[in-house]
């Protein structure tokens, strides 16, 4: 015999608990499952520690789908204030870091303790260290095989994630699961992901590893371009930080990118300015706007290394403008990317137009609900993802 329940959440992350906790709470008989041991693995590496919960600047304009659209139903129904209500109810102190990114002052176990604590409050039970077997629909109800022992539920909400950081226990059972009641999948890629070079290609680079500075990045020109103002990291193999991360969202296989290395600044103009005159050096001037370590492998990546050392006053217009031309407009061409293992997010997943915009219910399988993740909407980085997952599994959640 199965034990019965009014719902089954598959998945105990972000958007599981959420899910559970809030249908719970509603009086629904609730049993979240998840092959893992410890529950909200992801939000506990999150933010190095601190979990970034949500971004108070949170719009649809943020997110990543095929139809831009689904996602604003449920982040209008349930907001970043929404959930800090939630935080004050538990006195979970935060804090507002970078461009309206939200991160706990202590811990991120806080929002894992504090979810639980709503589940508890729900009388939810919980299977964890349970992987989930065969998943089959029998009249009005879902049949379940669990290690635990067979349950079958009324409702069945997929909270599983993508494929991102497998180390952590992510797997495919999600998009499994949505092909097999006829659900269609966008194909699932790395998000927010470093991305990577050639070894050739980036061989003069290799030295600059561990420089960072703000810049612009864009992919696209025009209306369809993309563009980002963040920090940029120089890797050993390639190139990271907030900038790219956030770029690597939209970036496909061959399509090149354009860095500015310099945003603040018409940097062509400066040293045709500073030349009028001047005593000191290209290198020098260069260091007063650029980290030093990159004025001297920049300048040796484009066979310039003599120049560091020459007086403005001697290096004829035509040699300075190219170069301030170069720094200004770094076209470069990813050959890849660190792949899941370094992803923090899964671009694609479980189609919207299979989806309630509503309540995220399968339109042709009903009491089958995608939540979080495992769905084809991915936030940029900052806190965004966590709030889809609190919104979209509060909209199912509502209906449950």
């Not at 139903?73 to 935060?94: E, N, Q, V």
């Not at 029998?138 to 994630?161: C, H, M, N």
């Not at 030295?207 to 703000?214: F, K, R, S, T």
């Not at 001047?278 to 066979?303: C, E, F």
């Amino acid at each position: 015999m199965s034990e019965r329940f009014d719902v089954v959440v598959i998945g105990a992350g972000a958007a599981g608990l959420m899910a559970a906790a809030v249908a719970g709470q509603r009086g629904r008989k609730v049993l979240v499952i998840d092959h893992a041991a410890k529950p909200g693995e992801k939000i506990r590496i999150s933010g190095g520690g601190r979990c970034n919960f949500t971004n108070i600047n949170t719009s649809p304009a943020q997110f990543i789908s095929a139809n831009p659209h689904f996602c604003r139903s449920a982040l209008s129904r349930y907001t970043p204030k929404d959930f800090l209500a939630l935080l004050r109810r538990h006195g979970i102190a935060w804090h507002e870091k970078h461009r309206g990114q939200l991160f706990c002052d202590q811990s991120s176990l806080q929002i894992i303790h504090m979810l639980r604590q709503e589940c508890a409050a729900g009388q939810v039970a919980s299977r964890l260290g349970c992987k989930v077997g065969q998943v089959a629909r029998q009249g009005d109800r879902f049949l379940i095989d669990t290690e635990g022992g067979p349950v079958d539920a009324g409702k069945l909400v997929v909270a599983t994630g993508g494929l991102s950081i497998p180390a952590i226990g992510a797997t495919d059972f999600g998009y499994r699961l949505a092909r097999q009641f006829g659900l269609p999948i966008i194909e699932p890629r790395p998000g927010l992901v470093p991305l990577t070079f050639a070894a050739s290609d980036w061989k003069p680079f290799v030295p600059l590893a561990g420089v960072a500075l703000e810049v612009d990045i864009e992919m696209g020109a025009g209306k369809a371009a993309t563009e980002f103002r963040e920090d940029l990291l120089f890797t050993h193999r390639g190139l990271s930080g907030p900038a790219v991360l956030q770029i690597s969202s939209y970036w496909q296989p061959g399509a090149p990118l354009n860095i500015d290395l310099a945003p603040e600044l018409d940097l062509a103009a400066t040293l045709l300015a500073a030349k009028s005159g001047a005593r000191q050096n290209l290198g020098t001037l260069l260091q007063q706007h650029l980290p030093k370590s990159l004025v001297a492998g920049w300048l040796v990546s484009q066979g310039q290394e003599a120049l560091g050392t020459r007086k403005l006053a001697e290096i004829p217009d035509k040699t300075l403008l190219a170069l301030g031309s170069s720094l200004k407009h770094w076209a470069v061409h990813p050959s890849g990317s660190e792949g899941w293992r370094k992803a923090e997010v899964t671009v694609g997943g479980v189609a919207t137009a299979a989806l309630s915009q509503h309540n995220l219910e399968a339109l042709t399988v009903p009491g089958l609900y995608f939540i979080g993740e495992v769905v084809d909407v991915t936030g940029w980085l900052g806190g965004y993802n966590f709030q889809w997952a609190w919104a979209s599994a509060h909209a199912a959640a509502l209906t449950l």
